[in-house]
């Protein structure tokens, strides 16, 4: 079986303790092109972007506290690398789920990818596919390609062939070369009444607004 579970931003599986490949990356997409003195929010993600951790942390956490969602998401991402603070898989998760109620797809991904490894939270596949299924009911590409996986794999949950060809194809079709690959695997394992079923949940899928609590 080819691949791993992906975190948000990047092709490269989740490592414990963070998946430091994907900061800058994350951070440059909220804060692109935000000049400094702007405000706090994005003075704040622009001082992360650029390296200036403690000043990030220093305007960013007041604005998580009152639920900032871009703010949370920031924090998150600082707290799991590790930087201008001690690596805190807790905190990460604290600060993920604050943007993650709010329907940040990323943070529902990489929340879901705590659950998963068990990292800063109590490992829970159930509530992994629970983080990934809202973020790819949104069409959150790599949410998709792991809840296929862990259908397929029946790694912590039981095997449904339905869901992982469903959520397989939905991915594959916006190139992500990993669920092509489970798709390959797959379909030669599924009877012809699953194949209509997961042919005909793909056709009926349409992706869901963004949900906020």
Not at 27 to 37: C, E, F, T
Not at 129 to 154: E, F
């Amino acid at each position: 079986m080819h691949g791993e579970y992906r975190v948000a931003g990047s092709g490269k599986p989740m490592l414990k303790r963070g998946a430091l490949c994907v900061l800058t990356a994350m951070l440059a997409a909220v804060a692109s092109g935000a000049p400094a003195l702007a405000g706090p929010l994005e003075d704040g993600l622009f001082y992360a972007r650029v390296g200036d951790y403690p000043e990030a942390l220093r305007l960013l956490t007041p604005l998580g506290e009152k639920g900032n969602p871009d703010a949370a998401f920031a924090l998150a991402l600082l707290y799991q690398n590790g930087r201008g603070v001690r690596a805190d898989s807790a905190a990460a998760a604290k600060w993920y789920r604050v943007a993650a109620d709010q329907g940040v797809q990323e943070a529902q991904n990489n929340l879901g990818m705590l659950y998963f490894s068990g990292d800063g939270v109590l490992k829970d596949a159930m509530e992994a596919v629970r983080w990934w299924t809202r973020a790819a009911q949104q069409g959150y590409v790599r949410s998709q390609s792991n809840l296929a996986r862990i259908y397929y794999q029946a790694d912590g949950v039981p095997a449904d062939y339905v869901q992982a060809y469903k959520w397989a194809s939905l991915a594959a079709a916006k190139s992500d070369q990993d669920a092509a690959l489970i798709l390959d695997e797959l379909m030669p394992l599924m009877s012809p009444l699953d194949l209509a079923e997961g042919q005909r949940q793909v056709r009926a899928w349409r992706p869901a607004l963004v949900e906020r609590l």
